[in-house]
């Protein structure tokens, strides 16, 4: 029995999210972090600390520092001491981690959060740090070059590839609040059921994949149950405007479907919490009632190695 | 709206029992040369496979954890290791919680299984130190802070003082652990460190590195991984050899540094272990669990973490360590593979001690399997003594 | 006013190759071009030591033309020096011939409208090389037909096999140490001590770091604490670290700045080592143009009661 709704054991929902991007440079990430947990757990009526569980996504590659993620825990008010995990990657997978820790009942509300100061290095050199060692890294081939390369493919298969902007690095943080259940509808008036979340991986050359599919979000799709019925909006985490094309033919969104109303990666690409954030958009168009079943989509590694697909739905309205 | 959300929880949930059906872990080294990184972790999941008799398509997810990416200087490095791990098409999660992110990978995939969304998941840790250097990773400068004064045992070491004059341990306790924990690595092909001329008299005289902490009173820095699989009761039942059951499983985190921090028994760790001991209906730490595999990176946190994790009163941990009773031939024996003193590729350490704590209680430790082991306790521990991670497993499902 | 600092992250990996790898780059270096055969028969160059999409282990290993074609490719216009060539060039994904997957390298191009996909291509091997993907300089265009019948089995064996490459790997950071702490510094650089205050539990924290970290909540009063304080607990150091300049055996103490509700850390000096002790009074001692302290020293106080600091310990 593998990754559908039908199969998990109980409800949850985001219930807050907050963010910030581009704020003061002159902010550490723990500084950058604190206004926006504070903001989040007030939507929820939690005080710091007092979520059942915390899970947190960053890069010590982003910081320039290991162990980085150990002081945005500051922000936390970690005490009493809290059950805690933290992922090294972007914050949907946080989220992700906090969305099993609830259904399996041995939490009912989760803080989730994401933290990077991408503008601290150079991207063009640090994402290269990502890909093979041995015989591509040596290369420096950095992701406005890989993002070509995957336009091309697109191109010359035959897909239009519209002109438009790549993303728009900045710093940034993101939370959001998870709940389970009657503590869901407690903290908030339309929480955004959880109907499924599924990610999925494909090898890692880029010659060994077809740069013109995305098979793994399709998969991811299916398993999170994207299928079932239509959507009425989509966030998705496209770095240039091949992959948004990519990733619509594979989560089959229809000329009717809103995409990416938040502006996305073009407008502000906080690394490692921009994909959190697309779950956070998807759940607040929920939440103000723009929406009643919103898919968010989040990606990882170069040329959309990785991808998460969350399916968010709003309680039918009478 | 699906009619799911008819049945509103929070009624009671009923997570599917975790079983331990295969372990696997590397012969571990200062220097791994003879394998790349994919080839390491691979050599950890294939043994770990074949204990179970599953292969790669029985495995529906995988969770990968380790300390830094700075270690061996490859960001993510899940991505590039999807293809040794077989996980193309498959979800991959990435842990990292400092030191004790082995022991976190495992319960990260343990509530996969748990929470039913997969039937059965394996957890990989690694730490590969010989592709950079262990005290670079660690002590790389920060602008505008002083520098590190001391290394990784200074960082310790004034911690072991305050134990000591808390308590008011005779000096000579240290010793003993060390001299325990290398002799049992001698039974143990896998570990690190194989000392056959070790003698009680060479640690004690053992050059005095960070007083009070001795250089054979540290860990090594090894290359090296370990992978579980983990399944539900469909899967254990199928399980070619006895499987361990987890019974309770906690994580907890502390903040860096804090006023009121107790560096010696610091309190994450004791809720952690209190959170294990409730879950596994444990009342009597020292009476029901017949052997831990705890995460001692210097000497004297045996006795620390024997009181830290309740298994000696206050003060009294040393005493434990004294009398021999965590020796393996000891009632509660303590890091009979020869722990983290014999064997320390950081990611994979806690991960190590939690698979050991397996190991024992499905009677496969081979000669450093303690005899009737029913319960067993695994711990990892990092960061500035602030992350916490434990299961406890035993040899019976829970409840059963 | 923020400050800001640059931070060099820099180190020469050593990678061991494993089997596979070993050949393929010792195969460079002899000009030969070594992929790796698949249980269902595809060549995979790079080769890779597990299939993919199986995971199977892939040992199976055949020499491939040094001639291909472009499957994709993308213009550089920033050939920054850790790149393969020094003028704007083409990155390519060339699936040389034999092969059934590409590899990633560098193009000399003249310029964008010089590179099309399906274009014909060749390695130019770079002059001094050492088993490693840069003994590639690049790939050049090239007018021949692709040949098929290229794939011939190899053993993989070759006299003097690299084993281990090092990868050297330098990233620049600017860090920024946040508001709470350039406040902190700029106070240190007058030779004054300050702290932060929780608003909630009233904990002096020394460095502040903008946050209580048990509360959860910013801080922002400013409180001088010490200059005085107690060693709560402390090694003595009798092995030379590689990054510091400083003489063994010392003692690098925890100390407990008189007004501070925990210990920071810092070297005692002025004092033997084995004389040092806890509840020992000392005082930070500054030397040149330095911001921090560079060491603390005996104040010749009598010592503090061991439960006036235990709680900080």
């Known amino acids: ?318 | 709206m699906s009619a799911v959300h008819a049945v509103h929880a929070t009624h009671a949930v009923h997570k599917e029992p975790v079983a331990v059906v295969g372990i696997g872990q590397t012969k571990h080294a200062a220097a791994r040369r003879d394998v790349s990184i994919a080839g390491l972790v691979r050599e950890a999941a294939r043994r770990a496979l074949d204990d179970a008799e599953l292969d790669w398509t029985d495995i529906e997810a995988v969770v990968l954890g380790k300390a830094p990416d700075f270690f061996e200087g490859v960001m993510m490095p899940e991505l590039h290791l999807a293809d040794a791990l077989g996980a193309a098409g498959k979800p991959v999660l990435r842990v990292h919680t400092a030191g004790s992110v082995g022991g976190s990978t495992a319960l990260v995939a343990a509530n996969l299984v748990a929470a039913r969304i997969h039937g059965t998941v394996l957890a990989l840790a690694f730490e590969k130190q010989s592709e950079s250097n262990a005290m670079w990773g660690l002590s790389l400068p920060v602008p505008f802070q002083p520098p590190l004064l001391a290394g990784a045992g200074g960082f310790f070491a004034p911690h072991v003082r305050a134990y000591i004059r808390r308590t008011g341990a005779p000096p000579g306790v240290g010793a003993l652990v060390a001299y325990k924990d290398r002799r049992n690595a001698l039974k143990n092909p896998y570990a690190h460190l194989h000392e056959h001329g070790i003698t009680l008299e060479k640690v004690r005289s053992s050059p005095m590195l960070w007083d009070p902490v001795r250089y054979s009173e540290t860990c090594p820095s090894s290359d090296g991984a370990c992978a579980v699989v983990l399944t539900g009761r469909a899967g254990a039942a199928r399980s070619p050899h006895p499987p361990a059951w987890l019974h309770g499983g906690a994580m907890r985190s502390e903040p860096t540094l804090f006023a009121g921090k107790d560096f010696v028994s610091p309190r994450a760790g004791r809720d952690c272990a209190a959170d294990v001991y409730r879950q596994a209906g444990i009342t009597d730490p020292r009476g029901e669990i017949d052997v831990a595999e705890l995460y001692v990176p210097f000497s004297w946190y045996e006795p620390m973490w024997l009181e830290n994790l309740g298994f000696a009163a206050e003060g009294e941990g040393w005493k434990l360590t004294e009398s021999g009773a965590t020796a393996l031939d000891g009632d509660l024996p303590v890091n009979p593979s020869g722990g983290v003193l014999s064997t320390n590729p950081i990611g994979a350490s806690g991960l190590i001690r939690f698979a050991e704590a397996a190991l024992q209680v499905r009677g496969r430790a081979g000669e450093h399997q303690v005899d009737g082991v029913r319960r067993a306790l695994g711990h990892a521990y990092g960061g500035g003594a602030q992350f916490f991670a434990m299961w406890l497993v035993g040899d019976r499902p829970p409840g059963g | 006013m923020a400050l800001t600092a640059p931070l060099v992250v820099e180190f020469p990996f050593t990678r061991s190759l494993g089997p596979v790898q070993s050949a393929f780059l010792t195969g460079l270096r002899e000009r030969t071009v070594l992929g790796v055969r698949t249980a269902d028969g595809r060549v995979l160059v790079p080769p890779a030591e597990y299939d993919p999409g199986t995971a199977e282990e892939l040992r199976d290993l055949v020499e491939v033309g040094s001639t291909g074609t472009v499957t994709t490719w993308s213009w550089e216009p920033d050939p920054r020096p850790k790149r393969p060539l020094r003028t704007p060039f083409a990155w390519v994904l060339v699936r040389l011939d034999g092969a059934d997957t590409a590899l990633l390298h560098a193009l000399d191009a003249p310029g964008p409208e010089a590179v099309h996909t399906g274009m014909r291509v060749r390695i130019r091997w770079a002059a001094e090389r050492t088993g490693a993907i840069t003994d590639i300089a690049c790939f050049e265009p090239y007018g021949g037909e692709e040949r098929r019948a290229h794939v011939t089995p190899h053993s993989g064996q070759f006299a003097d096999p690299v084993t281990v490459l090092t990868t050297p790997a330098r990233l620049d950071y600017t860090y920024t140490p946040g508001r709470a702490q350039s406040r902190h510094l700029d106070a240190l650089a007058r030779h004054r001590i300050t702290g932060e205050r929780c608003p909630a539990c009233r904990k002096v924290y020394v460095p502040p770091r903008g946050v209580c970290p048990t509360c959860g909540v910013a801080t922002a009063e400013e409180v001088d604490v010490g200059p005085r304080g107690t060693v709560t607990t402390f090694c003595v150091v009798n092995i030379k670290a590689r990054h510091l300049d400083i003489d063994v055996p010392y003692v690098y103490a925890h100390i407990a700045l008189d007004g501070a509700d925990l210990a920071l850390h810092g070297r005692i000096a002025g004092i033997p080592c084995e004389q040092v002790r806890m509840g020992l009074r000392v005082e930070p001692v500054w030397t040149g143009d330095g911001r921090h302290p560079d060491h603390y020293r005996p104040t010749g106080e009598p010592d503090a009661a061991y439960d006036t600091y235990k709680g900080l310990l």
């Open chain 1, 1 to 318: 029995m593998t990754g559908h709704l039908r199969a998990t054991l109980r409800d949850i929902a985001v219930v807050a999210f907050a963010q910030s991007v581009a704020p003061d440079p002159g902010l550490s990430e723990t500084e950058m972090l604190l206004p926006v947990l504070t903001d989040v757990l007030a939507q929820a009526g939690l005080a710091p600390g007092e979520a059942d569980f915390t899970c947190s996504g960053s890069s010590d590659y982003l910081a320039g520092r290991p162990f980085s993620f150990t002081m945005t825990l500051d922000g936390v008010g970690a005490w009493p001491p809290v059950a805690e995990s933290h992922v090294e990657a972007d914050g949907a997978w946080a989220l992700y981690e906090a969305w099993v820790k609830l259904l399996t009942g041995d939490a009912d509300t989760a803080l989730v959060y994401a933290c990077g100061k991408p503008t601290a290095g150079d991207l063009e050199d640090v994402l290269t740090r990502q890909l093979d060692p041995c015989c591509t890294a040596p290369l420096w081939p950095g992701p406005a070059a890989l993002a070509g390369l995957q336009a091309q493919a697109l191109a010359d298969a035959g897909g239009t590839v519209p002109p438009g902007p790549g993303s728009t690095v900045v710093d940034g943080a993101a939370a959001v609040v998870l709940a389970a259940g009657d503590r869901a509808r407690a903290m908030c008036a339309r929480p955004a059921w959880i109907h499924g979340i599924d990610h999925r991986i494909e090898p890692h050359a880029l010659g060994v994949r077809d740069l013109t599919r995305s098979p793994s979000t399709r998969l991811a799709a299916e398993r999170a149950g994207a299928f079932e019925a239509p959507v009425d909006t989509a966030e998705l985490h496209a770095s240039h405007p091949a992959q948004e094309v990519i990733l619509r033919r594979e989560l089959r969104l229809t000329d009717d479907v809103v995409v990416t109303p938040s502006g996305g990666a073009p407008a502000a690409d906080p690394v490692m919490a921009t994909g959190l954030i697309r779950i956070g958009e998807a759940a607040d168009r929920i939440r103000r009632g723009e929406s009643d079943r919103a898919l968010a989509h989040a990606t990882s590694g170069p040329c959309l190695q990785h991808n998460l697909v969350a399916v968010l739905e709003g309680e039918r309205r009478p």
